[in-house]
């Protein structure tokens, strides 16, 4: 069974940063991946970023690039989302997310957390 937890969300004001982090249990295999997405208010869930377990191979949707980090801690089964320079249109709730083999782009994930909201304020 799978279970993922997420933690890290918050109030901050434009410009700040957030950590989000996934603590993941019961990923077995290498070729598992993570990724983060994120739902806005009456928008559909849109793809953040991804990580693939194994080799580390990040992926970012345009509009967080050079803003966000994907990273890993295998040792500890854990994710992170670093989100520096936060702008207001970065506000929604972000979840955590896992799938067998890394398909950028997407938002089709076989395991998903509760949901972490994030609000930024301008």
Known sequence: QVQLVESGGGLVQGG????????????????????WVRQAPGKEREFVAAI?????????????????TISRDNAKNTVYLQMNSLRPEDTAVYFCAARRFIVVGSTDYTYWGQ???VTVSS
Do not use: E, N, P, W
């Open 115 to 117: 949901g972490t909201q």
């Open 52 to 68: 693939s377990l194994s080799a580390g191979s990040t992926y970012y949707t345009d509009s967080v690039k050079g803003r966000f």
């Open 16 to 35: 700040g940063s957030l950590r989000l982090s996934c603590s993941a249990s019961g990923l077995t295999s290498s070729r598992d991946a993570m990724g």
